[in-house]
């Protein structure tokens, strides 16, 4: 009996309080991965990608704040618990502030106000203070924020090597070229 009692008590506080996970890497502005390899994105909130007009400023910045520290983990009621792409989708919190809505109020990323959640009208009002204080991305106009960026991703670290997906499909095709290649030379 006492060990049913237990559970329930570590499940209803993981339930309201979250989880305690640490940062292994940040992704981007809106991505990190955890110590255990879990892929976790910021709900309520979309940072430039990597390619686009201040994707890399974005990424450093959350890194700066999150990377390497134990965070803690809420979900959202309103929310889904995954994305699309099978990410955990969370509210991420350290020594009790929320590292989503502080980058949207640092203007490193916009309120995603495409999906429900519980947050939004706090989040809308970061993004505006962002806005009306020229903070981060919003000190540019909005012609120098839609130029498309050439600036090539030169830096290793901020190609995410992790996407499966991408290097074992071109691991295969190189293959196939290499076989193919060796067959005619044969």
């Not at 991965?33 to 990424?59: C, H």
């Not at 429900?116 to 991305?137: C, H, I, K, P, V």
């Not at 106009?141 to 830096?155: V, Y």
Request: contains cysteine; negative net charge.
């Amino acid at each position: 009996m006492k060990y049913i009692i237990l559970f329930l008590i570590v499940v209803s506080h993981n339930l309201c309080f979250g989880q305690f996970t640490k940062v292994r890497r940040v992704v981007d502005g809106d991505t990190f991965v955890t110590e255990s390899g879990e892929r976790v994105r910021l709900v309520g909130i979309n940072a430039p990608e990597m390619k686009d007009f201040y994707g890399v400023d974005a990424k450093e910045h959350l890194a700066e704040l999150i990377e390497g520290r134990d965070v803690e983990l809420t979900s959202d009621h309103k929310s889904k618990d995954r994305d699309r792409y099978s990410r955990l989708l969370r509210y991420v919190v350290l020594d009790g502030v929320d590292i989503n809505e502080q980058m949207i109020r640092e203007g490193y990323a916009y309120a995603l106000l495409k999906f429900r959640f519980d947050r939004a009208a706090a989040y809308t009002d970061a993004e505006a203070e962002a806005q009306g204080r020229l903070l981060g991305m919003w000190k540019y106009s909005e012609a120098e924020r839609n130029e498309p960026q050439d600036t090539p991703i030169t830096n290793i670290t901020q190609i995410d090597l992790y996407e499966n997906r991408y290097v074992i499909g071109g691991l295969v095709v190189m293959f196939i070229v290499l076989g193919i290649n060796y067959r005619l030379k044969g």
